[in-house]
């Protein structure tokens, strides 16, 4: 589903990133469930690499209102982690 992903380049991200990448945004409200993400940092709080810059999570915020894929509950929920 490439217009559900937001190019992310290693420039902008050289912390965690060896190479441009994506951010599969079609997979929020399966893969990355709040309560797995919790036991995820509280297990290693390394994964937290960085955080997303403002231009990236305008993207992602764009790539989620237009969706199909979301309701209007998950679309706000996913929006307001956002900003």
Excluded: G, W
């Amino acid at each position: 589903m490439p217009s559900m992903q937001v190019q992310i380049f290693q420039t902008a991200y050289p912390s965690f990133l060896s190479h441009d990448s994506y951010i599969a945004c079609h997979e929020f409200n399966k893969k990355y469930l709040l309560d797995n993400i919790l036991k995820q940092i509280e297990s290693d709080p390394n994964r937290i690499k960085s955080m997303l810059h403002r231009d990236t999570k305008n993207k992602i915020i764009e790539v989620v209102t237009t969706s199909v894929l979301y309701s209007e509950i998950e679309k706000e929920l996913i929006i307001n982690n956002l900003s």
